[in-house]
């Protein structure tokens, strides 16, 4: 007659310890897996708070007048900066075709605003929440348009409100 044999005390303690071990890579799997998936959530919401600026600005700058470089969605606060630059032409030396070079448009005339009639508008958004480190920006977005086209009021807000067209008015 054989008699029945229980575990012994090693073999309940490697076996107790390889399910810890299993247990802590799965909790970090799920823990790695959520703060990704935070992090691209934040990431698309900041892309959708670009894309918005965007739109809005383009339509009618107006409508951000005044307002805070700060926006709620989806929950968080997001900072942004708005930068506008005019895509200049450069005439060619004659070794190529002639580039594009971008100023900020504060610091090009109305005649070659009017020559070049292209913006570039670029919207950099970060989450706006306390931290002792710089938040690193979460999405850039960059379009080009002409402020000329479309809405009239806009048009004529957009010259009435241009530093280097009220110069030219006040001679």
Do not use: W
Not at 62 to 84: H, N
Not at 118 to 136: A, F
């Amino acid at each position: 007659m054989r008699s029945a044999r229980g575990m012994t005390m090693i073999e309940v303690v490697a076996a107790t310890l390889t399910l810890a071990l299993a247990a802590a890579m799965i909790a970090g799997g799920i823990s790695f897996s959520t703060m990704v998936s935070d992090r691209n959530r934040q990431r698309l919401a900041a892309a959708e708070v670009a894309h918005r600026i965007i739109i809005t600005h383009v339509r009618d700058p107006r409508e951000m007048e005044g307002q805070p470089k700060r926006v709620l969605f989806d929950g968080r606060y997001y900072a942004f900066d708005l930068d506008e630059e005019v895509v200049a032409r450069e005439l060619s030396d004659g070794s190529g075709p002639a580039r594009r070079t971008t100023r900020k448009s504060a610091d090009v005339g109305f005649e070659e605003k009017l020559n070049n009639q292209l913006t570039r508008i670029t919207v950099r958004v970060k989450l706006d929440e306390p931290s002792e480190q710089p938040r690193p920006v979460l999405a850039t977005m960059t379009r080009m348009f002409n402020p000329y086209m479309g809405d009239p009021d806009a048009l004529i807000y957009r010259l009435m409100n241009d530093p280097s067209i009220s110069n030219q008015l006040d001679r």
